[in-house]
């Protein structure tokens, strides 16, 4: 089987004529038969019902059809982020920055810049100080730095950001000047200053001390061999004094008082750091994102072209025939790229794949003439791949399996074996129920019928049923949600109407929790790229009750926000039924003023052609309306179904 085959079918299939078909492919009406038969001969199965007025798929055709049109998008997909990550459009960063520039509000009006303009970047934000920022950017940890009065580094390369005034002192919450309004450096003579030797270039730390003199310092000097942390744990023990910048003072170490200097601050540069050998065109990409935030800064030193890792190579993407694959692409070019991904030579790949190292290495350059873009890097030691060639190797086993999982669906049609069903839900107590009594219900009514379960978030659920990796998503139903070309149904009413907290909290002991209560206490809540409508409609909503909630950082996933609870972080809002039974190690209680409307909603293809799938949605439908009576038993509304096919 080729993907030809995939195309060519897809197109009788939609045509529901060989002639009309054979038009639209470009290729003769005898030919197009003979692929056609020579395919149903190797599959074992007849894909197509003849007569006088066209053909018709069978129930064999219609799954080989349905699975050829998500095999061929799900490539189509790969290879749009295979340029866009060529281009550094797509990829993953460990960005490490320094308190300081957190609190300097940098690396969150980075993210934002990508949520909006690169959403398909993902930024990791690591809270590092010197001297473990450098060394784990040269070890590769991380992939940018964003530090203070940082040392010249063999291999790194440094841009400047911009220049921090050390103009606040922090000192013990005891300290006698702790209560001051302001105080001169001559006002701190009897008290030791910290230096964190480890956290300060030898240069910066001459700067600070030439400034701190002209200033009238008189201070006895206590270096320690330690790093930032450090350094302000002993300022906190109460063992001298210390400096930070502006921004830091607003949130400033633990354990310590801030009071403003008034004379002789010294100054000390932020910068961006990156490896010199770097060639990723999505650290590349970052770097831009975080130069372009900075230069809006009035103290900027970010110049109009600061230095970057080189640019990448302009895409010139293959022609490709509608659904984005180019038609020179087949089968055996993702094998040779998967094998070259793991062999790294071209000599093993080609002996593994049992054909000549000259034929491998034709097959590899049509393929990055089809891509558009660079896939290898060739060396006299062998070849690695790019950022673009990872990212299309790395979804090359999944495509192939999809192959392979196309002749089993087919063959099982002729066949009468067990039917499947894919089912893709979000992991909680509700869902976990619903589909326990599914899978008992089809077990009784439809022994047939094989069901997969897989972990799917709501946002990712409706692509994944278009491509044809699920047949059907047991999603949140989000308010405001709409999903093109499926059908949602209700299986499962809830109201968003709690907050969780751990039990040890204070406001853990209170019948209901006031808005206000939360204004200092960590929001644990999605990003809002997971889905902006209703990211954007929480916090409208808890802002009119008078609450901004400090969202500290993002998560992905409940189960994971829950954990979060559980380990005291934060607090979260949580479903009316929580007050029955709330997540493992939290607890739940009313929050005044705050009612969404929450539930699970069952999504689907419109007009379903599998008789599997629909056996599958008619058991939803009957646990779905089981649930609503009982409920309506208990004085509970219950689910409203829908029943159209």
Not at 428 to 440: I, K, M, P, R
Not at 565 to 583: E, M, Q
């Amino acid at each position: 089987m080729y993907l030809r085959d995939l195309r060519t079918f897809v197109g009788i299939a939609e045509a529901r004529s060989l002639s009309r078909a054979a038009a639209r492919l470009r290729v003769a009406q005898p030919a197009l038969s003979r692929q056609i038969r020579e395919l149903e001969r190797d599959l074992g199965v007849p894909l197509l019902d003849r007569h006088s007025k066209g053909v018709v798929p069978t129930l064999a055709g219609e799954a080989f059809a349905r699975g050829a049109a998500g095999v061929l998008a799900a490539l189509g997909f790969a290879l749009e982020r295979s340029r866009a990550t060529a281009q550094g459009q797509r990829g993953r960063v460990i960005l490490g920055a320094m308190l300081t520039v957190i609190a300097a509000g940098v690396p969150a009006a980075v993210e934002d810049v990508l949520r909006r303009e690169d959403p398909e970047i993902t930024l990791v934000v690591q809270d590092l100080d010197p001297p473990d920022v450098l060394e784990q950017l040269q070890v590769g940890t991380i992939d940018v730095a964003l530090a203070m009065a940082t040392p010249e580094v063999v291999g790194l390369v440094a841009e400047p950001l911009w220049d921090e005034h050390l103009d606040h002192v922090i000192l013990s919450l005891g300290h006698p000047l702790a209560s001051h309004r302001r105080l001169r450096i001559a006002d701190l003579g009897e008290y030791p200053l910290v230096i964190p030797q480890r956290a300060l270039s030898a240069a910066s730390l001459d700067q600070i001390m030439v400034a701190l003199r002209r200033g009238g310092l008189r201070s006895p000097l206590l270096v320690i061999d330690a790093g930032l942390r450090d350094g302000h744990l002993a300022v906190s023990a109460g063992r001298g004094w210390s400096l930070i910048g502006r921004a830091r003072s607003v949130s400033p170490p633990q354990g310590t008082a801030v009071v403003p200097l008034a004379d002789g601050a010294p100054v000390v540069r932020a910068a961006a750091l990156w490896r010199r050998e770097e060639r990723r065109p999505v650290v590349r990409r970052v770097l831009q994102r975080i130069f372009d935030v900075v230069r809006a800064r009035p103290d900027s030193l970010v110049g109009r072209e600061p230095r970057l890792p080189p640019a990448p190579h302009p895409s010139a993407p293959g022609q490709a025939l509608p659904g984005g694959v180019p038609p020179v692409i087949e089968i055996r070019h993702l094998r040779a790229l998967l094998e070259v991904a793991a062999s790294q030579t071209i000599g093993r790949a080609a002996e593994r794949l049992g054909v000549t190292q000259p034929a491998l290495s034709r097959q590899l350059r049509e393929l990055e003439v089809a891509v558009g873009v660079p896939l290898l890097e060739r060396s006299a030691r062998g070849v690695l791949l790019t950022p673009a060639g990872s990212s299309l190797a790395g979804e090359c086993p999944g495509l192939l399996t999809a192959l392979e999982q196309i002749v089993l669906d087919t063959t099982r049609a002729r066949r009468g074996m067990e039917g499947h069903c894919a089912i893709g839900a979000v992991a909680t107590a509700a869902t976990g129920e619903l589909l326990t009594a599914v899978l008992a219900d089809c077990a009784a009514r439809h022994p047939h019928v094989h069901i997969a379960i897989e972990e799917v978030a709501t946002p990712l659920q409706a692509r994944a049923i278009v491509r044809g990796d699920i047949d059907l998503g047991l999603a949140h139903a989000y308010p405001g949600a709409v999903y093109a070309d499926l059908i949602a149904e209700p299986v499962h009413h809830d109201r968003l109407q709690t907050v969780l907290l751990a039990p040890g909290h204070p406001l853990a002991r209170r019948r209901r929790v006031k808005p206000a209560e939360l204004a200092h206490e960590p929001f644990l809540f999605m990003a809002r790229s997971f889905h902006p409508a209703f990211y954007d409609r929480v916090l409208d909503r808890l802002q009119d009750l008078g609450l901004t909630p400090r969202i500290e950082g993002t998560y992905d996933g409940l189960q994971a926000v829950w954990a979060m609870v559980a380990h005291g972080k934060g607090w979260c809002l949580g479903f009316r039924s929580h007050r029955r039974r709330p997540p493992a190690g939290t607890v739940a209680m009313p929050l005044v003023g705050f009612d969404l409307p929450w539930g699970l909603n069952l999504l689907r293809r419109r007009a379903e052609p599998s008789l599997t799938v629909r056996s599958v949605l008619e058991s939803f439908r009957r646990m779905a309306r089981g649930a609503g009576g009982s409920a309506r038993r208990q004085g509970v509304r219950g689910s409203r179904i829908r029943t159209d096919t």
